[in-house]
């Protein structure tokens, strides 16, 4: 089956000076926003960033405070939901218990009173590859199955847009991975526009060709998976995508190839295109898969970045990788993530040693230390730590 034979091709979203405000709080500031169309985009943040309050805009369950949304180039800031090009997948499925499968992906045709319901809705449970099952109830599939035949009965109806809240989050690990790469593949055959919303980072940069990060109503940052990862402009980016190992200090030197920053005494390089500020206090960062651990102090290479003596204060073994994480005085604690390339390591809590970095892998963030307080992680090291010597770990 091409494509051709099944869906029309998406349409673009533009989101032009959206606001909305709820009483006592503003949801969106000053969105503005454009999503190609054939794209896979997802908005990505903790809850209460306001994506899923964006989601619902484009949908027509919420009207803007202020603003304009356009499909395809046409305003439907004031169109019904029901009225808009729009479907949207959600977490629940809210598939229909007492029909089968075919009767579910069939029921939006049959309402419309589109021609031949059923040879439509045979063909995208094909595409879902689910035509096998057609005539089951939901509660005889799993969960991964309920999840396609609540994405066929979306994309049956041909949307120019089709939105995605958190349709993974109810599945396990294993399964929710396997249906991140089955999402980007049917995305890719029918052509259609994706708004993906999730608080899930690894599903956001598996699934979207552009992610959009959110932040208390505004986006923090948007451009490609990779881009995003490898040069967070702000400390929230850096951290929310991903964990990142952030210092604070003032440049010391700046050449056209690089920016000296003091660290407690350590001088630190980062590339000057890769820093977003070259004067004064800036805040800089290295990603922990980026470290290497070393039991002896490094011998001077100008291309790798050294802090040491530091100790090691926690070891947690997952599986591919091992975290460390490394107490260094004056620069705090250091997460180091290693590949279990061997049986055992060689390192162990308590062991004194280095942590370097090729200059290559370090970034310089566009927060200013003097505006706002130094980001938290989500997690605090030092209960971590504290918490597996209670256990005895």
């Not at 990505?44 to 803007?64: D, M």
Request: charged share 20%.
């Amino acid at each position: 089956m091409t494509t051709d034979t099944f869906a029309e091709s998406g349409a673009d979203l533009e989101l032009v000076g959206i606001h909305k405000r709820f009483p006592g709080f503003t949801a969106i500031e000053e969105l503005n926003l454009t999503i190609p169309a054939g794209s896979f985009f997802a908005l990505l943040g903790p809850s209460g960033c306001g994506k899923t309050t964006t989601l619902r805009l484009v949908a027509g369950l919420e009207a803007p405070t202020a603003g304009r949304i356009l499909v395809g180039g046409t305003d439907v800031t004031n169109q019904k939901s029901f009225q808009r090009p729009v479907n949207t997948v959600f977490q629940s499925y809210a598939l229909f218990p007492h029909m089968t499968v075919l009767e579910n992906v069939a029921f939006g045709l049959r309402r419309r009173k589109m021609a031949d319901p059923l040879g439509k809705a045979h063909e995208v449970l094909r595409l879902v590859e689910l035509d096998h099952l057609a005539s089951r109830r939901p509660q005889q599939l799993s969960g991964g199955q309920q999840q396609r035949v609540a994405l066929a009965r979306a994309i049956v109806n041909r949307p120019a847009l089709l939105l995605l809240d958190e349709p993974l989050g109810a599945l396990d690990l294993k399964l929710r991975r396997q249906m991140q790469l089955e999402l980007k593949t049917i995305q890719e055959d029918v052509g259609l526009t994706f708004l993906h919303v999730t608080h899930d980072q690894e599903e956001a940069m598996t699934m979207a060709d552009t992610i959009a990060v959110m932040n208390k109503g505004r986006i923090e940052q948007m451009g490609a998976p990779q881009e995003l990862y490898e040069l967070p402009r702000t400390s929230f980016v850096a951290n929310f995508l991903g964990q990142s190992n952030l210092f604070t200090g003032p440049v010391v030197s700046t050449t056209s190839a690089g920016v000296a920053v003091d660290v407690a005494g350590h001088k630190i390089v980062v590339p000057a295109a890769r820093a977003h500020r070259t004067t004064g206090e800036i805040t800089i960062g290295v990603r922990p898969e980026k470290l290497t651990l070393h039991s002896a102090k490094p011998t001077h290479d100008a291309d790798v970045n050294v802090m040491g003596p530091g100790r090691v204060t926690d070891v947690s073994f997952s599986g591919v990788s091992t975290q460390y994480l490394v107490e260094v005085p004056g620069a705090g604690t250091l997460i180091v993530f290693a590949q279990n390339m061997t049986f055992g390591s060689d390192v162990k809590f308590g062991d004194e040693v280095w942590v370097s970095w090729g200059v290559g892998h370090g970034f310089g963030l566009d927060d200013d230390p003097a505006d706002a307080p130094r980001f938290e992680a989500d997690f605090d090291t030092r209960s971590i730590a504290a918490q597996r010597h209670l256990e005895g770990a």
